[in-house]
C-alpha cells in the first residue's frame, strides 16, 4: 500500500483543519441567514450578533429537522441509484500511482437530465414543490454539516480496514488521514465510486438543483421571475451542464486523481458546493433586480463565452494527451515537452506537456475564464451588497492555492523537465502579470 504523501507541512493540515471544522461550518450558516434573513447584509448580521452575542447565534442555527434529512436522503439514494443503474461507456481514469487504472461508467449527463426533468416534473405537476427545499435550506445545510462529517468518519474507517486498492495508505498521523483522506479511489463493492458520488452526483448536481430551486421560489413568491436571476440560472445551468458533459475529463483531474477521499475534498463537495457556490442564487431571490433586456444579455454572454473558454482549456489539454499529441492546436501542430517520471513502483513513464494554445499563455490559464464566469453569475446582484461576491473572491484563492499546489507537485513529479516547461511558460496564472 502507498504511504501517503502530505500535500502540505503537518502544520498547515493542522491549521487549515482547525479552521476548517471550526469556521467553514459557522460561515455556512451565518451565509444563509444573511442571504435568507439579513437582506445579504453583513452589516444586520453583524449588528444583530453584537447584540444577541453567542446565544443569538446558537438561536439562529437551525436544528437538522425530519424533513431536512428526508430531502436529503431522498436526494441521496436518487443520485446513487442513477450513478449505479443508468447505461454509461465504460471510461479508464488516468493510471494511479501505484500503477492502477480505474474504470467508470460515464452515464453523468444522463443523470443530469434525469434528475432536472425529474425535479421539474415534480414541480409542474404539483408533486413536489422546490420552494420547500428553500424554506428549509437552513435545517438542510445544518444537517449537510453533521452528516457529511459522519460520512468522513466512515471514509477514514473504511481507509484503514476495507481500502479498495492499494492506492491508499496512512500518513502515521491520524488528523492528516482524516483530514487529506486515506483512500484514491474508494468504492462501495466494484462499483460505486465514493469520489464520483460526492464529488460529482451530489455536489455538482446539487448546484443545479438549487440554481433551479431559487429560481422556482422567486417566481412562486412574486409571481414572476427577474432578468437578473435569469442571468444567474442560465449561467449557473450552462457551466454545470459543460460540467456534466466533460465529467470523464473531470475524472483525470486533481481532485479525482490526486487529492484523496477525505475531509477536504468530500466535505468539501458535500456542504461547501450546496452552500458557498450557489450564494449569489441564494441572495437573488429576495432581490430581484432589473437589469433590462441589453445589460442582460451582455453579461449572459461575456458568460456563456467564459465558460466556453474554460470548457476549451480543458478540452485542449485531454485531446492533446488522449492523441498523444496528434492533434491541432489552435490549427497547427502542438509544440510540447516529453517528460518522464517515475511511479512509485519505480517503473519509467512519460507524459507530454502542451506548451501552445491555452496552454502556451500560463501554466494555469483555465482559471482565468473560471473566475470570470463566476464574476458574471454573480454580477446580476449589482454592487449593493457585498456578500454575493464571497465565491468569486474564495474561488480565486482557492484557485491561486491550487495552481501552486499543483505546480509543485509537477516539479516533484517531472523534475527538470518542469523546469523547461516553466521556462517556456513563464506565467502561473494571468498572462504577463502572474
Ligand atoms: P487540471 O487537472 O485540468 O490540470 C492539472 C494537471 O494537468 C496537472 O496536475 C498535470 O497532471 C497536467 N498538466 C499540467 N500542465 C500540463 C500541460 N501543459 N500539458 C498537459 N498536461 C498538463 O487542473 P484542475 O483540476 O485544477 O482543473 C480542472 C477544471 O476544474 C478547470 O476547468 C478548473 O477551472 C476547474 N476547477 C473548478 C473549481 C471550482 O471550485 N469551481 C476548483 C478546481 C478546478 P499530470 O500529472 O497528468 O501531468
Known amino acids: 500500500m502507498a504511504e501517503t504523501k502530505t500535500v502540505h507541512s503537518p502544520l498547515v493540515t493542522y491549521f487549515s483543519m482547525l479552521s476548517l471544522l471550526t469556521l467553514c461550518p459557522p460561515f455556512v450558516i451565518l451565509l444563509w441567514y444573511t442571504m435568507v434573513h439579513a437582506d445579504g447584509s453583513i452589516c444586520q448580521t453583524w449588528d444583530y450578533l453584537k447584540q444577541h452575542g453567542l446565544q443569538g447565534f446558537i438561536n439562529i442555527w437551525p436544528r437538522p429537522t425530519a424533513i431536512a434529512w428526508k430531502i436529503i436522503a431522498c436526494y441521496a439514494v436518487f443520485e446513487a441509484a442513477l ?3 443508468l447505461p454509461g461507456k465504460k471510461v479508464e481514469g488516468p493510471i494511479s500511482p501505484e500503477g492502477n487504472r480505474p474504470v467508470y461508467k460515464a452515464n453523468g449527463v444522463a443523470a443530469y437530465v434525469v434528475t432536472l426533468v425529474t425535479y421539474l416534473t415534480l414541480w409542474w405537476f404539483g408533486i413536489f414543490n422546490p420552494s420547500i427545499v428553500y424554506d428549509h435550506l437552513g435545517e438542510i445545510f445544518s444537517a449537510l454539516i453533521f452528516g457529511s462529517l459522519v460520512f468522513c468518519v466512515f471514509l477514514y474507517i473504511k481507509g484503514h480496514l476495507a481500502p479498495s ?11 492528516i488521514d482524516f483530514y487529506w483522506g486515506m483512500e484514491l479511489y474508494p468504492r462501495i463493492g466494484k462499483n460505486f465510486d465514493i469520489k464520483v458520488f460526492t464529488n460529482c452526483r451530489f455536489g455538482m448536481m446539487s448546484w443545479a438543483v438549487l440554481a433551479l430551486t431559487y429560481c422556482i421560489k422567486q417566481y412562486e413568491q412574486n409571481g414572476k421571475v427577474a432578468d437578473s436571476m435569469f442571468v444567474n440560472t442560465i449561467l449557473m445551468l450552462v457551466y454545470v451542464t459543460k460540467f456534466f458533459w466533460w465529467e470523464a475529463g473531470y475524472w483525470n483531474t486533481m481532485d479525482i486523481a490526486h487529492d484523496r477521499a477525505g475531509f477536504y475534498i468530500c466535505w468539501g463537495c458535500l ?4 452552500s458557498v457556490y450557489t450564494s449569489p442564487g441564494m441572495y437573488l431571490v429576495n432581490h430581484p433586480v432589473n437589469l433590462g433586456l441589453q445589460l442582460a444579455l451582455y453579461i449572459l454572454a461575456a458568460g456563456i463565452l467564459s465558460i466556453y473558454v474554460n470548457y476549451d482549456c480543458d478540452r485542449q489539454r485531454q485531446e492533446f494527451r488522449r492523441t498523444n499529441g496528434k492533434c491541432f492546436v489552435w490549427g497547427k501542430a502542438p509544440s510540447k515537452i516529453v517528460a518522464s517520471y517515475t511511479t512509485t513502483s519505480g517503473e519509467t513513464k512519460t507524459s507530454l506537456l502542451l506548451t501552445s494554445g491555452w496552454w502556451g499563455l500560463s501554466r494555469h490559464f483555465h482559471y482565468v475564464p473560471e473566475i470570470l464566469a463566476a464574476f458574471f453569475w454573480t454580477v446580476p446582484a449589482l454592487f449593493n451588497h457585498f456578500l454575493p461576491y464571497f465565491y468569486v473572491i474564495f474561488l480565486t484563492i482557492l484557485l491561486f492555492d491550487r495552481a501552486k499546489r499543483d505546480d509543485d507537485r509537477c516539479r516533484s513529479k517531472y523534475g ?4 523547461l516547461y516553466c521556462e517556456k511558460v513563464r506565467y502561473r496564472i494571468v498572462p504577463g502579470i502572474y
Not at 527538470?416 to 523546469?419: D, E, F, L, R, V
Open 416 to 419: 527538470k523537465y518542469w523546469k
Open 165 to 175: 486498492s492499494n492506492d491508499s495508505g496512512s500518513s502515521g498521523n491520524m488528523i
Open 271 to 274: 456542504v461547501w458546493v450546496p
Open 83 to 85: 450513478q449505479l443503474l
